[in-house]
């Protein structure tokens, strides 16, 4: 679409002259390659549900230079007609070409292989206890590394996630007011965020009462956290349920964008950091810890300067010194690529 505006014509019977608005023709020329520019893809490698690491070819884009615009619009005969087709006039190629991801998708499945060999060593170092860990890369790759993920653990202080979805995604719902007293003077919405970041225990538990355990359990088995239970003193949960949910809070997939953000916020200023955290200094964390006498687990969604990735080690026997010890070398272990 082409503005008269941008054209005003002297009086004659021959053709016009044309007189230009340069500032609102460059103007509209900034807008036109804006609106049509077609980024180049780079090549995808991907994996797939085999295990294997493949490649998806990457696209050319197109875009149009300015100059040679701004010449074929100064040229278009005056009409009424204000439709304007124009072949772009510049090629965008990918940044990584396809070869290049070729040879880089043995080196991902052997870095994934590094991984598993990784953590299986490391759960060697505590032969007397009993642990289970799952890393899931959330972009990138999806490299997945994991030892006993469907072990069942004592969630300790893990289920409170569990009644945050339930309580948030009712509030999204608009079947639980975020303002009503909760336990102790509190609002549901003030215990919401002291039970994840202080890991306080009076507010999810005047919110499992009020709302139902049984309800909660149903809720999460429902979202498909099956493998896991919330029940008032017997609580379990896997590194399977736990990954699940951190990879689907992080895509936006279990609440509205309102209450993920506010939820991952919580999580990563949580006050107990001397797990994952602890291990990846100068890293964004946002985590759940859940600690009860022998147990020490860390769920977590990892924002590494490599790649993000959901990580959650369940431990009975060894202490959040060896989970930080754990995470470190996961992200030390990590290649980054394009």
Not at 79 to 97: F, G, I, Q, W
Not at 165 to 191: F, L, W
């Amino acid at each position: 679409m082409v503005p008269f505006s941008l054209f005003s014509f002297g009086q004659t019977n021959k053709t016009p002259d044309r007189i230009i608005d340069e500032q609102s023709l460059n103007l509209y020329i900034e807008k036109l390659i804006t609106e049509n520019t077609q980024p180049a893809k780079n090549p995808q490698i991907f994996r797939t549900e085999s295990g294997d690491f493949n490649v998806r070819p990457g696209e050319n884009g197109s875009t149009y230079e300015a100059e040679k615009l701004k010449n074929a619009l100064i040229k278009l005969p005056y009409s009424d007609d204000k439709e304007l087709t124009l072949a772009a006039t510049k090629e965008l190629v990918p940044s990584v070409t396809d070869q290049q991801a070729e040879e880089t998708a043995p080196k991902i499945k052997a870095n994934e292989q590094a991984l598993n060999k990784l953590i299986a060593d490391w759960r060697a170092e505590y032969p007397n206890a009993k642990t289970a860990v799952y890393f899931q890369e959330i972009n990138g790759f999806g490299r997945v590394a994991k030892a006993s993920e469907k072990t069942s653990f004592f969630a300790a202080s893990l289920y409170k996630l569990f009644v945050a979805h339930y309580v948030m995604n009712g509030i999204d719902k608009k079947t639980i007011n975020p303002t009503q007293p909760a336990v102790g003077g509190r609002s549901i919405e003030n215990c919401l965020r002291i039970m994840i970041v202080n890991s306080d225990n009076p507010c999810p538990e005047a919110m499992a009462n009020r709302f139902g355990w049984s309800t909660i359990n149903q809720f999460a088995a429902s979202n498909g956290f099956e493998d896991s239970n919330v029940e008032y003193g017997d609580n379990t949960v896997t590194a399977t349920d736990m990954v699940n949910f951190l990879v689907r809070l992080n895509a936006g997939e279990l609440l509205s964008q309102e209450q993920t953000d506010k939820l991952l916020s919580y999580m990563r200023v949580q006050v107990y950091r001397s797990a994952i955290p602890a291990g990846l200094p100068g890293v964004t964390v946002e985590d759940k810890v859940g600690f009860y006498i022998s147990t020490w687990h860390d769920a977590a969604i990892v924002r590494s300067k490599k790649t993000t990735y959901a990580l959650v080690v369940l431990t009975e026997g060894t202490g959040p010194g060896a989970i930080a010890d754990l995470a470190k070398k996961i992200d030390e272990v990590l290649i980054e690529t394009f």
